[in-house]
């Protein structure tokens, strides 16, 4: 350690905060009584999104489209904790599990205010061995499902302009990554689908704006989940991984979930259309800096 320099905080050397810490990131508490959908919740960075949304005063719905018992766990540990949570069951490539997952959260609490398009996965492989299958499944999750879920949300927020619980009448942030903006050789599928979601994410800001909906991005770098465990689970890996990122430090759940929380946030109301790149510096082109 450099004489003088403190240590980072814990927190960001951690894989997680619990409820309780996250909790008190948020004493004013930005999204109080608003209503929020994350979709892919049960893991990962949508689980820390949903965290965080509830410390900041919202009601979540945890989306999942296998395993129950994380997204209950993850439900009853929030409510546990002061917050209101409830699980909805859908694969958000499916348009008739999409419609019916929006009729139960509408059900539940009556309306909602903040869609987290998070759901996403990989299905990697070089071009020559890249099934179609494996094309479809990534474009349909990470970007049919983001819009089949942008859709159904619109169709809420126009419904409900008296609502008045935020200065926008509804707010989307749709998930996609730096692989938005740099080519990823071995992921075709996946950074098509990224690209898609940027062109998809503008557009619609474009659109909707006009009807007081915001519709922004997170570009998020390399975050430990586990969607990607095998680039940090060991230091080899996780000093390779390093090599791409300024800052020094692998990204966590948390990082993105205080992105998610201010652009749901009137803090952000003037954010339109935009991609937060929460990177620790990625998208800088870290080669180029001796030179290239
Ligand atoms: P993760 O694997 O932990 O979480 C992905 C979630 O999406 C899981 O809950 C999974 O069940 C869910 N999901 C997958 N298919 C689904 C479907 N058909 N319907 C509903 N849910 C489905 O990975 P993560 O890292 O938390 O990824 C979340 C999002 O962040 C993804 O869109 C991913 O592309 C993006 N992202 C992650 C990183 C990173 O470094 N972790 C970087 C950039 C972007």
Known sequence: MVDGLVEPPSRYTELNMNQSEINLLYPHKPVKGQIALVTGANSGIGEGVARHLSAAGATVAINYVVNPDSAQAIADDITANGGTAMITQADVSSEADV???????????????????NAGLQRDSAIEAMTLAQWNTVIGINLTGQFLCARE?????????????????????CMSSVHQ????????????????????????????????????????????????????????????????????????????????VWLSS????????????VDGGMTLYPGFSTNG
């Open 266 to 277: 009137d803090a952000s109301d003037y954010l339109v259309g935009t991609t937060l790149f």
């Open 99 to 117: 419609i019916r997952m929006y009729s139960e959260v509408i059900g539940k609490f009556g309306a909602l205010d903040i869609l987290i398009n």
């Open 181 to 260: 903006i740099i080519p990823w050789a071995g992921h075709l599928n996946y950074a098509s689908s990224k690209g898609g979601i940027k062109l998809m994410m503008e557009s619609l800001a474009q659109e909707v704006a006009p009807r007081k909906i915001r519709v922004n991005g997170i570009g998020p770098g390399a975050i430990k989940t586990p969607i990607n465990k095998s680039a940090w689970d060991t230091p080899e890996a996780e000093s390779k991984l390093l090599e791409l990122i300024p800052y020094g430090r692998v990204g966590i759940v948390d990082d993105i979930g205080q992105a998610a």
């Open 153 to 173: 949300a619109v169709k809420q927020f126009d419904k409900q302009v008296d609502r008045r619980v935020s200065t926008a009448n509804g707010k989307i942030v």
